[in-house]
């Protein structure tokens, strides 16, 4: 009884400390808001507002028929233009892409001469080009279509593919970014927040108090795991409620109690894991550089930026043992797919076992250093 109200005045010590720091406190609530929002929202794997112009050498029904095809918000209305001007109008930066539809374009489809299109691309944005010439494939060739079926008839296609899209039928990349930044978020600040408080103790001299005071190594890194993990805690929830369900409007079709509980399975790893790092750490500025090397390595095999699946075979394997990677699987399946317990229990044991054998280590490391300072 008294090691648990000692581990839990030293919480509240704790808690204390990080609310007296003001930069700390500034930070956490830019990571968990406008951080995750920007992340989400300031790049796009979709094309939005690119934008386009129309060289029409033909200037018949068809042509006019595939400039009323491009209109936002994928594209800008497109602009008609002289044949002259696409040169400098493209080192203008002016337009992303640039139609040239050949004189004589429609005479020579309908006598079936497979006429060609030209389109001028801007690949200096080198993602938007890629994809957004996809898509003006795909709208010239059904623009096209259409408009010869008018006139001709066509047989019945040999297949009828139809596509369904699921957990994110419009393809919305927010929906996805934004779990992910709070993943990676949840990563990097528990980490932060956890080893930062070790050393400041030790820079601070607050740790040779505590030494004399009839407490245990297993007290001290105790309270330092339940008060940053429920300050981590209280953010997520904060930022998964009003970031990203009430702003970015993305739905959570499972449950919320499940995922949570998730959370809190990881924070040991990622708590053990400030602690580690906060020991072996010198100085405020060595644990930066340790970060660095540990967490954003973490965020890259997690599964989040890159498919584990793309990754080099005994790389996947490596990463099976990092409690980041199960994490973001088990956040995928019950965020967007509305699994419950039968489909992530796997996840959660390996994130358990990994995330208690490195605070089991983590805690003997902490305990072996309070034994030298003593």
Do not use: C
Not at 334 to 339: A, E, L, N, S, V
Request: no cysteine.
């Amino acid at each position: 009884m008294n090691s648990l109200l000692n581990i839990l005045w030293l919480g509240l010590k704790e808690l204390r400390s990080l609310l007296s720091d003001v930069v700390m406190v500034v930070f956490v609530v830019y990571a968990f808001t406008l951080a995750i929002y920007v992340q989400a929202t300031g790049t796009s794997s979709e094309v939005n507002n690119a934008s386009i112009a129309f060289v029409d050498e033909d200037e018949s029904a068809l042509s006019k028929e595939l400039l009323n095809a491009f209109y936002p918000p994928r594209f800008k209305l497109p602009e008609i233009i002289s044949a002259d001007d696409i040169q400098p109008d493209m080192d203008r930066g002016r337009f992303m892409f640039v139609v040239v539809i050949p004189p004589r374009f429609e005479h020579d489809l309908r006598a079936g001469r497979n006429p060609d299109i030209q389109l001028n691309i801007d690949a200096t944005a080198m993602q938007q080009a890629g994809i957004g010439s996809g898509y003006i494939k795909n709208i010239v060739n059904d623009r096209i279509s259409s408009f010869i079926k008018r006139t001709e008839e066509a047989g019945p296609k040999p297949v009828n593919l139809v596509v369904r899209k699921l957990f994110n039928p419009n393809g919305v990349s927010s929906w996805f970014k934004s779990v992910v930044a709070i993943i990676n978020q949840i990563t990097l600040l528990t980490v932060v927040l956890t080893g930062a408080a070790v050393i400041r103790e030790r820079e601070h001299g607050t740790l040779e108090h505590l030494l004399v005071m009839p407490l245990t190594s297993f007290e001290i890194a105790m309270a330092k795991v339940w008060a940053n993990g429920l300050v981590i805690l209280v953010a997520t929830g904060v930022s998964l409620l009003l970031v990203v369900h009430m702003v970015l409007k993305v739905p959570f079709a499972g449950s919320v109690v499940l995922w949570f509980a998730g959370v809190v399975l990881y924070l040991f790893f990622a708590t053990a894991l400030g602690i580690f790092l906060g020991t072996i750490s010198r100085s405020m500025a060595q644990f930066a550089l340790l970060i660095i090397l540990v967490v954003l390595v973490l965020m890259l095999l997690s599964g989040g930026s890159t498919p584990v699946e793309s990754q080099p075979k005994w790389l996947q394997y490596v990463t099976y043992l990092l409690p980041a990677r199960h994490f973001v699987s088990f956040s995928q399946v019950i965020i967007y797919r509305g699994g419950g317990l039968e489909a992530v229990w796997r996840q959660f044991l390996m994130v358990s076992a990994v995330g208690m054998g490195f605070f089991v280590y983590s805690l003997a490391l902490f305990r072996k250093s309070i034994a030298v300072s003593k």
